[in-house]
């Protein structure tokens, strides 16, 4: 009795957690890519000149990526 009490309250919780989860469609279609290379992003679109947009690239790449993980949360959270 109890291993059948136990089969029907996994298959209860899976149920739930089936129809519980996002569709895939919605999470792709409601995802916020604003923050995602934003500073690089800024750059490029920075009126200045040039030079000084190459020389900053390399600084917002590595800045962008480690703050990569937080970004892509805030792109899901603001969706």
Do not use: C, Q
Not at 3 to 25: D, F, G, K, Q, T
Not at 35 to 64: E, F, I, N, Q, R
Request: charged share 15%; aromatic share 10%; no cysteine.
């Amino acid at each position: 009795m109890r291993r059948i009490r136990r089969y029907a309250s996994a298959a209860a919780l899976a149920a739930l957690l089936v129809s519980a989860a996002p569709n895939a469609a919605d999470a792709r279609a409601g995802f916020n890519d604003e923050y995602v290379y934003a500073t690089t992003k800024a750059v490029s679109h920075m009126d200045a000149h040039p030079g000084a947009k190459v020389t900053l690239y390399p600084l917002t790449l590595v800045v962008d990526t480690a703050f990569l993980p937080f970004a892509v949360i805030a792109g899901f959270v603001t969706a």
